[in-house]
């Protein structure tokens, strides 16, 4: 390539292959013959046509100006092998891992087609790797569940529930493995990912921190005093035994479960039979008077409790859930009412 001395050996190239006519190669065998404008004939004479072969040519076309890429070395270019790579699936892709290429334009226009074509190969490995991952699977869900292949009609149940088993874990597997790569490769773009998901962690904190400072506050007005911990505990399980009994008094099952809320918070009977007490005391109360409360507004209240301490517990979010079940609420109802309770109160005009 102009003074620069290449060396042919593992010589690789990326560019596109052109087909050679067959009509534009000198022969130098008499026994050779042109058919179409693309292949050499070489006949054996044989009347079932057996033996013949059949060979066609491409190449790369000769550029006016080329590129090349690998290692100079005692004033010659040759192969670069620092990352040459073996095994099976690099050589089914053809990535031997050796930067030895000539490329057709110049230094910009190599760059862009070694690029497509690193993308290139890049895609093949994802794509085999991820066809491997679905495969292994497969073949460890098989393995779990080919006893029951031989079950009428639950065999043919359980080879497919193999393949949507296998994809189903596979699938998201290999996704997230290029997503890690590339990140590895890119610590740039990982370190602003970070960034972004500690901003908005410590933005929702915030808002969290605020949201519940004014709900507490709302609270100790309405009850009129400072509520410590232990007292929105207790009111959390005052609202919860007064919609156990809302109906037709507590239920043998309502009142286990009322027993166990107090013993994950480690009171003893006593103390539970006058929190109980004191609820169902509150409900006569509230039903002798004109006005009481309802079902969702019990709920609205349980809300604001469990989440006036800064947090909302998985056994609070399930206590939550079984008292709008019993109530006729769904899930949405509670999304709803959490929302309506993490909205500040209204402002009074003076």
Not at 3 to 23: M, P, R, Y
Not at 150 to 174: D, K, S, Y
Not at 247 to 266: N, T
């Amino acid at each position: 390539m102009g003074e620069l001395k290449v060396t042919s050996d593992k010589i690789e190239f990326v560019d596109s292959n052109e087909t050679i006519a067959a009509g534009s190669l000198t022969l130098k065998r008499s026994n050779l013959e042109i058919e179409g404008s693309e292949h050499l004939y070489l006949r054996k004479n044989r009347n079932d046509e057996l033996g013949d072969e059949r060979v066609s040519y491409s190449g790369v076309p000769v550029p006016e100006t080329a590129t090349y890429f690998g290692k100079f070395e005692s004033q010659l270019g040759v192969p670069d092998t620092t990352h040459q790579r073996t095994g099976m699936i690099n050589q089914m892709i053809q990535d031997s891992g050796i930067l030895h290429h000539i490329v057709a334009g110049d230094r910009e226009a190599a760059l862009t087609t070694m690029k497509a074509h690193i993308g290139r190969l890049k895609w093949i490995v994802r794509g085999i790797g991820t066809a491997c991952v679905v495969l292994g699977f497969s073949i460890l869900f098989g393995t779990v569940i080919g006893v029951l292949f031989h079950i009428p009609f639950v065999g043919r149940i359980a080879e497919a529930g193999t393949l949507l088993l296998a994809l189903a874990f596979g699938l998201p597997l290999a996704f997230i493995t290029m997503i890690a790569a590339y990140l590895i490769a890119n610590p740039i773009v990982l370190a602003i990912i970070v960034l972004a998901v500690v901003a908005v962690f410590f933005k929702l904190r915030q808002r969290g921190r605020s949201s519940q400072a004014a709900m507490k506050n709302q609270l100790d007005k309405d009850y009129g005093r400072v509520l410590k911990d232990s007292d929105l505990q207790e009111l959390e399980f005052i609202q919860l035994a007064q919609l156990a009994s809302s109906e037709s008094g507590i239920s043998e099952d309502e009142e286990k479960f009322l027993r166990q809320w107090a013993r994950k918070h480690r009171w003893p009977d006593p103390k539970l039979e006058q929190l109980l007490a004191k609820a169902q005391a509150q409900s006569e109360s509230a039903n002798s008077d004109t006005i009481s409360q309802t079902g969702e507004e019990h709920l609205l209240t349980l809300v604001r409790l469990a989440l006036a301490d800064g947090s909302m517990s998985q056994y609070e979010m399930k206590s939550i859930r079984r008292a709008a079940k019993k109530s006729g609420f769904d899930d949405s109802k509670i999304r709803d009412l959490i929302q309506q309770a993490l909205k500040p109160p209204p402002l009074l005009a003076a």
